[in-house]
């Protein structure tokens, strides 16, 4: 059996709270949530981002968000009042690091010269 597809997940300790704040982000709401604790969000390649409630783990995750242009994405992230000082720069990958508001890591990263970051 070969594994078909990714669901990156994170933690939070309130999914009301998490659910505004990744909708924000993503601007819209979640495109499912099949149970009571966990909201999800498709992504155009296939993706999925799970945000599920389990506060005694909340903060300890971290997540890789490939976006098209990290210029955009740090004003948007800008607007949210997010912290975006946090930077990574190569002659690869142009990169945001910051923290929802449980403290999980999101890095922002934007692949360069027609390279991609997943298929």
């Given at each position: 059996?070969?594994i078909?597809?990714?669901?990156a ?8 709270d998490a ?6 982000l993503?601007?819209?709401?979640p ?7 966990l ?5 155009p390649?296939g993706?999925?981002?799970?945000v599920?409630?389990?506060p005694k783990r ?12 990290i ?17 990574s720069?190569?002659?690869k990958v ?5 923290t929802?508001?449980?403290g ?6 934007q692949?360069?010269?027609?390279q991609?970051?997943?298929?």
């Open positions: 059996m070969a078909q597809n990714a669901l997940s994170v933690a939070v300790s309130s999914l009301p659910v505004q704040w990744y909708g924000t993503f601007e819209r709401g495109d499912s949530q099949p149970i009571p604790e909201a999800e969000w498709t992504l390649q993706g999925w981002l799970q599920y409630q389990l909340a903060g300890r995750c971290s997540v890789t968000l490939a976006v098209d242009d210029d955009e994405q740090g004003e948007q992230l800008d607007r949210m009042g997010v912290d975006t000082a946090q930077r720069n190569s002659k142009r990169a945001i690091l910051v929802d508001p449980d999980n890591q999101l890095a922002f990263a692949a360069l010269g027609g991609r970051l997943a298929s």
